[in-house]
């Protein structure tokens, strides 16, 4: 009977000194800072995207994933019936590293070029009719403007023929429409380059008088502003990279081009819902590679739950800029997180229940 007393005793004591323990460490000093261990999916900061649309359209955007939009959306529209090709840069293939501000390819418009061939040929008779204005001597002149013309002449019969024969090809639906009008628009610009020599000539021929020098003068002046405007339109045509990147492979057929930035990348990775109070933009993100550890910086904590293995988390979105060459784009990395300061007993279940 007295050792069932004393059993009792003890018992009551240990509860007792359990208790005050449980009390000790949910008050105690010491405090340990909340530290878990994930995977996070690595992605490139922005990706730009070269798209053929339909009906003539020209897309370039930017996927900007540290901002979850897009944007620098830019679309070109040619006209109905304009031939517009855009050649890339042969030597661009997956994997390729382009530079920010290198060429990636040039479109090139019919419209534009046809109004830049007739505005250079409008230039050119000027010149050839100032040319007479103030010369006496006009014969070896013209003889410079009649090789022009019969040069002129014959690329345009020999693409004339070649448009015969794609025309008689074309109605048997043996080569597509857009093979037929790329020579049909190139046979436009050649009889406007035709056409243009043999003005050239007859102003030659005819010659101006001295009073039409100063008309003449001011007129050239005007042709040359309208061929820097068609020279700037010119330029808006070729297609540059917004920033340094590897060429990502395309799958799709109206996909021309992808680029992922090199050297930025967007972190992605889950924290469970409890964990939310602990950690905040001022966390320490620690990205660890076989070449050491990396610090990352922490842009966003999602609002929206994301089920995982059964549990409520939320997604934590980081920001890295490093040239390391063992952070590739799609890859799965081990992170670790630094974050608030916690009490002992707290942080101690926190252990056990993750």
């Known amino acids: 009977m007295n050792f069932r007393k004393i059993t009792w005793?003890?018992?009551?004591?240990?509860?007792?000194?359990?208790?005050?323990?449980?009390?000790?460490?949910?008050?105690?000093?010491?405090?340990?800072?909340?530290?878990?261990?994930?995977?996070?999916?690595?992605?490139?900061?922005?990706?730009?995207?070269?798209?053929?649309g339909n009906d003539g359209i020209l897309i370039s955007a930017i996927k900007d994933n540290l901002k979850g939009v897009n944007h620098d959306y830019k679309?070109?529209?040619?006209?109905?019936?304009?031939?517009?090709?855009?050649?890339?840069?042969?030597?661009?293939?997956?994997?390729?590293?382009?530079?920010?501000?290198?060429?990636?390819?040039?479109?090139?418009?019919?419209?534009?070029?046809?109004?830049?061939?007739?505005?250079?040929?409008?230039?050119n008779v000027a010149k050839a009719e100032l040319a007479a204005s103030m010369t006496g001597d006009k014969k070896s002149v013209i003889n410079q403007y009649e090789k022009q013309l019969e040069l002129a002449k014959t690329e345009l019969s020999k693409q004339q023929r070649i448009v015969e024969r794609l025309q008689?090809?074309?109605?048997?639906?043996?080569?597509?429409?857009?093979?037929?009008?790329?020579?049909?628009d190139e046979l436009r610009i050649l009889e406007l380059a035709a056409a243009s020599k043999e003005a050239e000539l007859t102003a030659i021929s005819s010659g101006e008088k001295q009073q039409e020098i100063a008309r003449l003068k001011t007129y050239i002046r005007s042709i040359e502003d309208e061929l820097k405007n068609i020279e700037k339109e010119q330029s808006g045509l070729i297609i540059t990279a917004p920033f340094s990147g590897y060429v990502e492979r395309s799958f799709g057929s109206d996909t021309l081009?992808?680029?992922?930035?090199?050297?930025?990348?967007?972190?992605?990775?889950?924290?469970?819902?409890?964990?939310?109070?602990?950690i905040d933009k001022n966390s320490t993100i620690e990205i660890i590679t076989g070449k050491g550890v990396m610090n990352a910086e922490i842009i966003e904590i999602s609002n929206f739950i994301h089920q995982i293995n059964g549990k409520d988390n939320l997604?934590?979105?980081?920001?890295?800029?490093t040239k390391n060459t063992l952070i590739y784009p799609g890859m799965m990395t081990e992170i670790t997180i630094k974050g608030r300061d916690m009490n002992l007993l707290p942080y101690l279940a926190n252990v056990l229940n993750n």
């Open 257 to 278: 081009l992808i680029l992922a930035e090199a050297d930025r990348f967007l972190i992605t990775f889950p924290v469970p819902v409890d964990d939310y109070s602990l």
């Open 168 to 184: 008689k090809l074309y109605d048997k639906r043996f080569i597509s429409e857009e093979e037929f009008q790329i020579a049909s």
């Open 75 to 123: 679309v070109h529209q040619f006209e109905r019936g304009e031939s517009a090709n855009v050649s890339l840069r042969e030597d661009l293939y997956s994997g390729k590293f382009v530079l920010s501000g290198d060429t990636a390819g040039i479109v090139y418009a019919s419209s534009i070029n046809a109004d830049y061939i007739e505005s250079r040929g409008k230039l």
């Open 315 to 321: 997604l934590v979105h980081a920001f890295l800029t």
């Open 9 to 52: 005793k003890h018992a009551a004591t240990a509860i007792i000194i359990i208790l005050v323990i449980a009390l000790s460490l949910t008050v105690w000093p010491i405090e340990m800072k909340y530290t878990k261990s994930r995977y996070g999916r690595v992605y490139s900061a922005r990706k730009w995207f070269l798209i053929r």
